[in-house]
Every structure is written in C-alpha cells, then in structure tokens.
C-alpha cells in the first residue's frame, strides 16, 4: 500500500522528477476551414447536431436536387440515446409533397452517412431554404505536354470541347506510358 502513494518530497538536487507539459508554440499556419468545426461545434450540439458535417455536407447526404429544396434544422434523440433520433427538415412549401415521398431514402442516407440508425424519423417543417452555394471547382491547367502525331488529326475533328479535352488527356497519358 504504500507503494501506491506518492512521494511527498522533491528528489535532491532541487529538480523535480516529472516536467509540466507546456503546448508547443509557433508551429505552421492552419487554414480557415480546419478551424471552424471547433468554433461552431457548441452552436450544432445546441441543434442536436453531433457531427457539424450533417449540415456542411448535406448536398452529398441527399443529393444536389433535395439539398436545394430541404436543410437539416436539428436532431432530436431520446434522453442519454444517440440512436433512433428525429431529424427536423425545413422545406419549401412547394416541395414538401415531393419530399414525402422520399423521406425513407433520406433516412438510408443519413443513416449511411453515420454508419449506424441514428435517425428513426424525419420531421417536416415548412418554411424558407436557403439553396446551398454553387461552388465552382477550379479546373485543371491544360497540360503543356504535345499530342502524338498521329492522334493529333483525329482529336481536332471532334466538336464537343469537353470529350475533345477528355481524350486529348487520355491520349497524353497512352503516350507517357508509351515512353516510360
């Protein structure tokens, strides 16, 4: 027993045996976006929200089409559960007829999303939606490496810009594995 306790005085030499940890300071720069989660994460737990993500990844949950016309409000789950919860959608009043009728593939969704049953029902509330932000995702720089020859010809007579950029792309990587 009293092997267990600790000791009472400082080693000699003045030392102690066990140094405080103090946080490294300085370090490199963190972007924006891995920083918010940590300040809006007491605002989410508020709504019933246990992952923040729920809400910031609702378009890839549900889809483009229903993520325009339907946002997650909140997540009720019974006393000390985190199961078998209701998930509160506010929709547009013109789409909650639509919506109706696909709240048992929302309910796979979410629950996919989490990985286990964490919604047993789906709550509507009519109101206002704001549509999510179109992001425009940056597109590759062309690449400066030439076509082969003898694809060359045949790409140029190809009208649509896209399949003509898609192929051109895949006849530069034939090429480069041609090379190695």
Known sequence: MERDT??????KGGKSAARRYERPRGGPAKAISDLTPQVGRQAFRRFGFVQSS?????????????ARVCVPEAIRFPPGEKTDGILQLAVTPAHAPLIQHVIPEIMERVN???????????????????PP???E?????????????????SLRDIGDPELRTVLESLARSIAAQEDK
């Open 6 to 11: 600790p000791p009472k005085s400082a080693p």
């Open 54 to 66: 729920v809400v910031t990844r609702w378009p890839e949950i549900v889809g483009e089409t229903h």
């Open 112 to 130: 996919r999303f989490f990985g286990y049953k964490a919604v047993a029902r789906i709550k509507l509330r009519q109101g206002t939606v704001n």
């Open 133 to 135: 932000r179109a992001e």
């Open 137 to 153: 995702r940056p597109k590759a720089p062309p690449s400066l490496k030439p076509i082969p020859m003898e694809l060359g010809d």
